[in-house]
C-alpha cells in the first residue's frame, strides 16, 4: 500500500491496532430517514443529565429513539432491521481512564476500557447513492458546487448513526477537479484519511481511506473505590479482597477470592503523554480479575487507584447481553473515543393496529394506535406508561427521538439533502 497513516502526533505511533477487512457495519447505517417526525423525549428517558468525570470535564447525556426505513405496506407497518435503534446520546465523547461514565437504558454504567481499531479500506468508490462504510465513518459524495469554470467535490463523513463530522472541522472533505493548486486529492483528518485518485462529481475513488471502529468497550456496573494508594490498604472487591503494597517507587496489586489470586507490579515512569488514547498504555496500568478492574492514575503528588467490579463486554455486532433479542453497536468518534452505544432489532418488525413492540429491557413501548390506507397513528411510551402525544404520518413513522447530539445532526440532514437534489436539479434542467 502506498499511503501512510498519519499518527497524531508527530513522531509518535498508532494508539490501537490497524486492520485491512472491514467488519460488517450496523443495519441502520445507511437506512433512510424519510421526513422524520420529532419527539423531544420522553419523562422516563434520560435528558441532559450532566455527568462528571475525575478531571472535572462535564458532558450531558441523552437517550435517544430512531426510526428509519419504515414503511406502511398493506395495513401494517414494516421496520427493517436496524429500523428500531436506542442510543446512548451525548453531547460530546466519553474517553477511558479517565472515571468517565454514561446512562444505558436509564442505568449507571462506567467505562473502563475499549477496544480501538483503525481500519483501512483500499479501492473504494463512493457515489451520490452509495456511499463508502470504512469501520464506524461513512463517507458520503456531497453536492459539487460549480463556480465558473473552477470545480470541486465534497465527501462528507459521518459516524453510522448519523454524526457528521463538520463540527469537528473534520467534513466534509473538499477534492480536486482540475484545480489542483486548490486542494490536494490527499487529506489526513485525525484517523478520517485518504487519497483520491479519481473525482467527478458522479464519483470519487479513492486508492485509500480509512475510518475508526469501536469493536467492544469494557463497562462496570460500580465503581468500588478511588482515591489514594496506601500502603497496606485491603479493599473489598465482591467475593474477593484487594491488597496494596509499596515496593520502593512501585506497587504491587494483588486480588484474593476463594477461586483466584492475581497480582501485578506497576513502577514508573508512568506513559502519562500516551494517557488516555493508547490501548497499550492504558492496560500497563489495570489488575483485572474475574469481575472486576483495579486501574493504576498516575499522579504527581502519588498515584491513585479506581477500583471497579461488575464487568461486561459490550462488543459491535452481537446480541446485547442483558436483552439477547437486540444486538448492539459502539460508536467511536473519529479521533477514537467513545460515542454511544447502540442497541437495535436484528430483524425486521411487522405491527398491525393495536399492536406494540417493545424496546430493549422493555425501557420504552411502540404502538401502533390506528392504519387508514397508507395513514398511521402512534405514539411511544416510557416503562412506567407514560406517552407521548399521538403521532400521525402517510407512508412511514420515521422519528426521532430525544436531544442528544446524533439526533440533532439526524435532524439537520434534510437540509443537506435538500441542497444536493438543488444541484442535482439545477445540472438536469435544460
Known sequence: ????????????????????????????????????????????????????????????????????????????????????????????????????????????????????????????????????????????????????AARNVVVHARSVSGIDWDFAGMSPVSLPMGEDNWFSPQFALAYNQGKATKVSPERVEFETLTGMHLAAQLVASERLFYGRLEDGARLAAGDGQLVVRREGEGWELTFRSEGEEVRRRFAPPWPTELLPEDQAARRSLQLRFSDGVAELVPHPEGPLLRLYRGLEELTSGRAYPRDMAFHLHNVSCPIGHSWSVSVYNPVGVRLGPGESVQGPEGYFRLTVDEIAGDRVRWHLEDREGRCSLPLVKAGNLDTLVGAGRAVQHLLAQGGASAVQAMYRWAQERP
Open 1 to 148: 500500500m502506498g499511503f501512510d497513516i498519519r499518527p497524531p502526533r508527530r513522531g509518535g505511533s498508532l494508539p490501537c491496532p490497524v486492520r485491512y477487512d472491514n467488519p460488517e457495519p450496523p443495519p441502520f447505517t445507511l437506512l433512510p430517514l424519510q421526513g422524520p417526525l420529532y419527539v423531544p423525549g420522553l419523562p422516563g428517558f434520560v435528558a441532559g443529565e450532566q455527568t462528571v468525570d475525575d478531571e472535572g470535564l462535564v458532558i450531558p447525556k441523552f437517550d435517544g429513539v430512531v426510526l428509519r426505513g419504515t414503511r406502511v405496506v398493506q395495513g401494517q407497518v414494516e421496520i427493517p432491521p436496524g429500523g428500531l435503534c436506542y442510543m446512548a446520546d451525548t453531547m460530546r465523547s466519553t474517553y477511558p481512564a479517565v472515571g468517565g461514565y454514561d446512562f444505558l437504558l436509564g442505568r449507571r454504567i462506567f467505562f473502563v476500557d475499549y477496544d480501538l481499531q483503525l481500519v483501512v479500506r483500499e479501492e473504494v468508490a463512493v457515489t451520490p447513492e452509495a456511499p463508502a462504510v470504512v469501520g464506524d465513518v461513512v463517507y458520503v459524495l456531497g453536492a459539487a458546487p460549480r463556480h465558473q
